[in-house]
């Protein structure tokens, strides 16, 4: 398809259990980024990737958070031992090398992450 | 402090009439773009609007418009003559490309519902 996308479009898993999301870019778009939506809250950056350049961290809220990405293409989102803290959306968007800030972020569905 | 301040949790709009959403945002960015976006109950963040700092004229995208009072760090979105499919949260979002890079700041968001 031509939009981004994510799978599993829903997880559920038990408490200390690691899992993995992962998230398909419009093809093109060198930029990447995921975003964490807990319930009724606006979006909580995590991640952003650009080309090869180093990915900007800073929105990571533990070290139980990584995430990779190869080139200009898939990225995983990966939480280690979950906690039921984790229980969120998990939003991935990608777009256009940036011009300026005018470029605009498409968003995938989401992976629904529910941690019992 | 809020970067983006969305203060109507929730507004209601009868059917063919215009409804205005309030955002306040701040920033010390002289350069920034301003987003809405619209996330439907099933889930997926639809891009509305972009406003950017610099623009000379408020932008409009079909029903979509926004009043943006750069004095007063606001940028509300105007939607005319809604329709019972415009009923969803509504999410303003900012970039500072030299504070925060590409990231975007969302605010908490408002829950539209239109009635017929």
């Known amino acids: 398809g031509a939009g981004v996308s994510q799978s599993p479009s829903n997880k559920v898993t038990e408490k200390g259990k690691d899992v993995e999301l992962r998230c398909d870019p419009i093809s093109g778009h060198t930029a990447l980024y995921w975003y964490r939506q807990r319930l009724g809250q606006g979006l909580e950056f995590l991640i952003y990737f650009q080309g090869n350049s180093a990915p900007d961290k800073s929105g990571l809220p533990s070290d139980r958070f990584s995430a990779e990405r190869t080139g200009e293409s898939v990225s995983t989102l990966t939480i280690q031992r979950t906690q039921q803290e984790d229980s969120a959306v998990y939003l991935c968007a990608s777009s256009r090398a940036p011009q300026g800030g005018r470029e605009t972020q498409y968003f995938g569905p989401g992976t629904r992450l529910l941690v019992l | 402090a809020q970067k983006i301040t969305q203060t109507q949790p929730g507004m209601f709009v009868q059917e063919k009439e215009a409804v205005t959403l309030d955002c306040t945002y701040d920033t010390s960015d002289p350069s920034y773009g301003l987003f809405w976006y619209k996330q439907p109950s099933s889930g997926e963040m639809i891009f509305l609007i972009y406003q950017g700092s610099y623009d000379q004229q408020n932008a409009t995208e079909g029903r979509y418009s926004l009043n943006f009072q750069k004095a007063r760090k606001s940028a509300n979105l105007v939607i005319s003559a809604s329709q019972l499919g415009d009923s969803a949260m509504y999410f303003c979002?900012?970039?500072?490309?030299?504070?925060?890079?590409?990231?975007?700041?969302f605010g908490e968001g408002t829950q539209l519902t239109v009635n017929p």
């Open positions: 979002a900012m970039r500072e490309p030299t504070l925060g890079g590409s990231r975007l700041t």
